[in-house]
């Protein structure tokens, strides 16, 4: 029973590349949820998805990141022309409907 | 983003000592949880609080839920060298989860 796989552990990008994230949910689990957190921080909450919805975006920022979870297929956290600000360890959760999550162990992004 | 006010930041003791953390918000929860983390991990729960008043247990572990539903504690008795790690408290509200700062926990050989 394999828990949350997110995918790659880690990921360098030059600033203006793309970066994508991928989180492959627990089986029979249909929601995700991705949080960012910064050196010698906690957990931020970014964005709450189920199956082809996104549910609660509030705290992703305006520009340059997106998330979806496709029918088929891992959930993708996408950062668009990546600035050193973005450098952060994403996590996924996901959970089934009792609200209970299960961690992924990140991806670490670091932008030179 | 809220986040939540815990202390101590960090904590060095020895090995067999107890350790307590706690939690403030100026909001309310309805559940609250208590996370560990090692470097290179994401975050693991160790316990979950769904009641105002509420105090439970997981082997050396004991958390209460804070009767104005604002406030959580951590206990660890006994402590021992795998204890070491980031401990976080979370309070949940519907689906979002707000993260406290964190405790760092170090064992003095």
């Known amino acids: 029973n394999a828990g949350v796989m997110q995918n790659p552990r880690h990921l360098v990008r030059r600033r203006g590349q793309e970066a994508r994230l991928r989180c492959s949910p627990m089986?029979?689990?249909?929601?995700v949820y991705w949080y960012r957190q910064l050196p010698e921080e906690g957990l931020k909450f970014m964005v709450y998805?189920?199956?082809?919805?996104?549910?609660?975006e509030s705290g992703m920022p305006k520009e340059r990141f997106s998330a979806e979870f496709p029918k088929e297929g891992p959930s993708i956290l996408r950062i668009q022309q990546v600035v050193r600000g973005d450098s952060a360890a994403y996590f996924c959760?996901?959970?089934?409907?009792?609200?209970?999550?299960?961690f992924g162990s990140g991806t670490r992004l670091t932008v030179v | 983003g809220q986040q939540l006010n815990q202390s101590p930041q960090s904590m060095f003791i020895q090995e067999g000592e107890d350790v307590s953390m706690n939690c403030t918000s100026s909001?309310?929860?309805?559940?609250w949880l208590w996370y560990k983390q090692e470097p290179g991990e994401g975050p693991v729960l160790l316990i979950a609080?769904?009641?105002?008043?509420e105090l439970t247990s997981n082997g050396r572990l004991t958390a209460q839920f804070g009767i104005t539903r604002k406030d959580s504690f951590l206990n660890i008795s006994a402590s021992i060298p795998s204890d070491v790690g980031i401990y976080f408290c979370?309070?949940?509200?519907?689906?979002?989860?707000?993260f406290g700062t964190g405790t760092r926990l170090t064992i003095i050989p």
């Open positions: 089986k029979g689990h249909s929601h």
């Open positions: 959760a996901s959970s089934p409907r009792d609200r209970s999550y299960t």
């Open positions: 979370a309070g949940q509200w519907d689906e979002k989860l707000t």
């Open positions: 609080l769904y009641k105002a008043g």
């Open positions: 998805l189920q199956k082809e919805n996104i549910i609660d």
């Open positions: 909001s309310i929860f309805n559940t």
